[in-house]
């Protein structure tokens, strides 16, 4: 028997071979055809599994999960897409498998297939994958040791599951395969336990993709679908789909001229065009004059830096397979780094190195190696080599910069808090299949400072800058948000730094998260390498969720720059240092404010705000005035010079989606008036030109947001993406 406890508390015994299908039939038989999934032990598993398999507790907590939880739907998704990948096989029985996770409201799965499959396919594959749903065949997991699960998936003529056993799962001695009438995946599940507890999916989209998401590797088809509990929501959510794509900034962008990725200066790359660029600047402007009166300091920096900085500081080579490729100052010096690389994972045949060493040669590098050198001792000749020359990086953060212009001087602990301010281009190399116009690029601008004080200081500032980053959102209208408290997995071995400094820190956030009142959920896993941070998940009109700003706490990087200050003492002391960045970066910001007001900003933040319309020429003496006084007074404006007739003017400024219209004719000449018209209220009819001015000007001053479009979607949150996949 095994001892299986309830969320109520409640423990009761069981058979040694029960399921938690099994646990829920013992209850009523209502509750086992409605369970999807089951939570053992705090690990989402398959309903259908032996428990003892999941768990060697003495006592295994169970939590039996319904279409009412929210975790069931990625189970439920993840199992749709094998569902759509044997329909898919079933059409066309050439197929490479490759992987298929869930995503926030969806999922996806990748193959190889010599067809090109395109959206006039999706009814077949759709009517093949009913079929499937509505025999309900149910969903079966097995192992198999590392021998058996290669020659397995090689008879089913599956090499890109073969080779990913033996490269990517070479650690796992036993894999775990998913059966579901013919179709058999290498997959660790879990999955529901049959195909009808699928009740609406709809596929949504194609496109490519690589093995592995590696360019270099073969190319593959990426199938998106959606699937739900129930028509209800995925109508929801189909009609969520629909106006995102009304809203997307891609195309937004493109119309409005606001911005452009050209691919001959490169993808990722974003070029900010002059209305673009004004949006960008307000912005900037807005959160200087925020930065002054908080005691800030502008500094700049560099966009390269030497390698040796940013392995001081861990960014290298820790997030070295997302950095461009350092710039060596000897023509050789991608040649070493790639042999050094090589030793380090000991992955060069005797062959490989004398052609290494051959091309060194050719290359005019002058280090030698003893007879019969070891592989240490030749990785620090390389390494020696390499130091002796100079590397430098793309900038990937703007950190390391900012402890060294701390450093740049003796500090005293009544000079702190020193807050260094920049608005700092940082690179990243991206994959290419994961940019996605200004939200995923490879050069993005931070609006980054750093915060050094002593750890008395700690809990003020971090509440400081949270309540920064909440007048920046409230500032464009972004008040629907909640915070996630990221945090390290105490299992992993990616963090730095002493356990005392990592509980102090985490403990120190949560202490002002929960003095602030604001609500706010606890992840682990997700802190920054180097400390724990603070998430802004905001909430768009249509109920998308976007992580914007961000507030971490380090006490790692000032310990591996040696920063100092001089204590009350008179003894050295180490300061704590605060990243901080409310609006994220000025890309991805500027891309969801593009999607959330769909392109209609709000008058403080428009690139054009006013634009003049006289009704003939015999005005545009009078227009030209009324624009000169305009721009004495701040605004950016414009004249519709055009001799085409003011109604015609008026439609083009509404599809421009320019905030106000000044409309003159003799009438407003003689009066010294302005007819106003509202992009959102319509005619507002005359007003002396002065009061005009002042009712817009006390609209921009107070950074008024009038009008955003709300969504009615409410469909389940709390999805994230999950690789189920091996």
Known sequence: MIQIKLPDGSVKEFPENSSALDVAQSIGERLANAVVAAEVDGTICDAFRPLKDISDSNEISLRLLTERDAEALGVMRHSCAHIMARAVMRLWPDIQLAFGPTLPHGFYYDFGLEHTISEDDFPKIEEEMKKIIKEEEPFERFSLDREEAV??????????????????????????????????????????????????????????????????????????????????????????????????????????????????????????LPKGATIRAVLEDFIKVELTRLGYQPVYSPHIGRVELYETSGHFPYYRDSQFAPLFGHDAGQLVDFWVRKLEEDDLSAEQEETLFQSSRVMNCDFEFPPGASREEKLKILKDWEHKHERFLLKPMNCPHHAKMYQAMPRSYRDLPVRLAEFGTVYRHEQTGELNGMLRVRGLTQDDAHIFCTPEQVEDEFRATLDLVKFVLASVGLDNFRVQLSLRDPKSDKYVGSEENWQHAEDSLRKVLADSGMSYTECEGEAAFYGPKADFMVSDCIGREWQLGTVQLDYNLPERFQLEYTGSDNHPHRPVMIHRAPFGSMERFTGMLIEHFAGAFPLWLAPEQIRVLPVSDKTLDYANEVAAQLRQNGFRISVDTRSSKVNAKIRDAQLELIPYMFIVGPKEAEQTAVAVRDRIDGDLGPMPLADAIAKLKEEVEERRVRQVAESTFEALEGQTEQANEY
């Open 151 to 272: 020659s397995f998936v090689n008879e089913m003529h599956q090499s890109s599951k073969a080779e990913h056993i033996a490269t990517g799962l070479a650690d796992h001695p036993q894999l775990s395969f998913y059966r579901q009438g013919e179709f058999v995946d290498l997959c660790r599940g879990p999955h529901i336990p049959d195909a009808g507890k699928v009740k609406a999916f709809k596929l949504l989209s194609i496109a490519g993709s690589y093995w592995k998401g590696d360019a270099g590797n073969k190319p593959l088809q990426r199938l998106y679908g959606t699937a739900w509990f129930s028509k209800k929501d995925m109508k929801k959510y189909l009609e969520q789909v629909e106006e995102a794509k009304r809203r997307d900034h891609r195309v937004l962008g493109k119309k409005l001229g606001l911005f452009q990725i050209n691919p001959e200066v490169g993808q990722g790359l974003c070029l900010w």
